[in-house]
């Protein structure tokens, strides 16, 4: 599908002991030959001199040639491994892409071996995934979605939605045959079937999104309560200023950690009060505005200025100007609980949880750790999950909405021809997690958040 040959340094920026350069399309061999003086022998490590256009020595190392289709790109491709300084890589690229080549777009290469039918789309976004984990069951879960085995699943799913479609869409063809839609057990067997099996696949995909992207945690709450003392305990180091002067915090602090393999993403803000401080009015809208956009809020509240009785949680939320605890998971902290002489515990009012701690001296916060973990819905044991993005997440949910869409005209009307095209936009939408189905707009999106030589 590409007749230009691309060219790119692979590995990362820096120096090192190795570099290594990529060349894929067409005139791969013939560049490789140039440069290194030598005839190149499919998957053979041959040690040469890498020689400029002037007889300029560029370097010595290594080059490997990949005959397609039987390569990562499923074109012709050679690797150039030389010394990882940028200067000699730079060089060598240069020479490359005066012989024919040309810079490849980032994730280009990656984007050619899914065009070139040797990875589909789900095993694509799963590389990029796999170099940009954080924590080691994330890199796992990649890894198991590289290998194949979210795509596997997805496969399996579309096969029994056509198997289903094929006896449906056979019933309705062919009436003579006098099938009853709602007294034929078969149909709502397989329905169930198939519904159970999206159960199991999301649990999994969720678990993989969650390794993937994490968890944003905004910690807000009035001057002077322990929030930026609180950011210090979780992240276990002194990055934020603490001081008894209120109004200490005035920008947006982000420090990113993980719990037992979850990532956090933790963010310290402004004090929320009535203040005339330009400075700290802008710090107050930064902090509410941080706020809107997380998964879940610690506001944070200076229990040693309480009772024992728990503040009642709607009156917080008008007191602090928070959004509603409906729309947004909040959690409130009771700070302080060493000086306000009270023993750390977690508390269920309604729907909120209120977790008394101490982020001075550490006490309750394996509690709040542990709560964190729960409200996300983080399993410690990922060995069945696979990496999955919201798109993912999205397509799944569409799809199993379609079903049980046609499950209940099927049930309501006995209208086999609606369930039939559910099936059918079911089918497709499944297919866009594996690119079956992929517009190009949707490629450019994605390839384009790759790094270059990948």
């Not at 490997?64 to 200067?87: K, L, N």
């Not at 069951?137 to 990649?142: E, F, K, L, N, Y």
């Not at 001057?223 to 979780?234: D, V």
């Not at 998964?295 to 009156?315: Q, Y």
């Amino acid at each position: 599908m590409h007749e230009d040959t691309i060219a790119a340094v692979a590995t990362a920026p820096g120096k090192g002991g190795i570099g290594v350069i990529r060349v894929s399309g067409s005139k791969s061999r013939e560049i490789g030959e140039t440069l290194a003086g030598a005839t190149l022998r499919p998957r053979h490590a041959h040690y040469c001199t890498f020689t400029a256009r002037d007889d300029a020595r560029l370097d010595s190392g290594i080059v490997i040639y990949f005959p397609g289709p039987a390569s990562f790109t499923g074109e012709d491709v050679v690797e150039f491994q030389a010394h990882g300084g940028p200067v000699v890589l730079d060089l060598i690229l240069r020479e490359i892409m005066h012989h024919g080549a040309r810079q490849a777009g980032p994730g280009e290469f990656s984007q050619r071996a899914f065009l070139n039918d040797k990875i589909d789309l789900a095993q694509a976004e799963a590389i990029a995934d796999l170099i940009n984990a954080d924590t080691e069951q994330a890199a796992r879960s990649a890894t198991r979605s590289l290998e194949g085995d979210f795509s596997r699943e997805i496969d399996a799913l579309v096969t029994q939605i056509t198997r289903l479609r094929v006896y449906v869409e056979a019933a309705i063809d062919f009436p003579e045959e006098e099938i009853d839609f709602l007294a034929d057990s078969k149909v709502r067997e397989q329905l169930d079937s198939i519904l159970e099996a999206f159960t199991r696949i999301r649990g999994a995909a969720a678990q993989g999104s969650l390794l993937r992207e994490g968890m944003t945690l905004v910690i807000a709450g009035k001057p002077n309560a322990g929030k930026s003392s609180l950011l210090n305990a979780l992240s276990g180091q002194d990055v934020a200023i603490v001081t008894d002067i209120a109004g200490t915090t005035r920008d947006i602090l982000r420090e990113h950690i993980q719990i037992d393999g979850l990532p956090l993403h933790l963010i310290d803000t402004a004090g929320l009060r009535e203040s005339g401080d330009a400075i700290e009015r802008e710090g107050m809208r930064r902090a509410l505005q941080e706020v809107a956009a997380a998964d879940r809020v610690l506001l944070v509240i200076d229990s040693s200025e309480l009772g024992a009785t728990l503040p009642d949680a709607d009156a917080l939320w008008r007191e602090h100007a928070m959004p509603d605890a409906g729309e947004l998971p909040i959690t409130v902290v009771l700070n302080k609980s060493d000086l306000a002489g009270q023993e750390v515990a977690v508390t269920e009012q309604g729907d909120t949880t209120f977790i008394r701690l101490s982020a001075k001296t550490g006490a309750g916060l394996p509690l709040l750790r542990t709560h964190l973990k729960a409200s996300m819905g983080y399993r410690q044991d990922s060995a069945h999950s696979f990496s999955a993005r919201r798109r993912h997440l999205s397509a799944l949910a569409d799809a199993e909405a379609l079903v049980r869409n046609g499950l209940a005209q099927l049930e309501a009307a006995a209208a086999g021809e609606l369930l039939a095209e559910d099936l059918r936009q079911c089918q497709n939408r499944l297919g866009e997690i594996t690119g079956a189905f992929t517009s190009d707009d949707l490629l450019g999106e994605i390839f384009s958040s790759f790094c270059i030589g990948k």
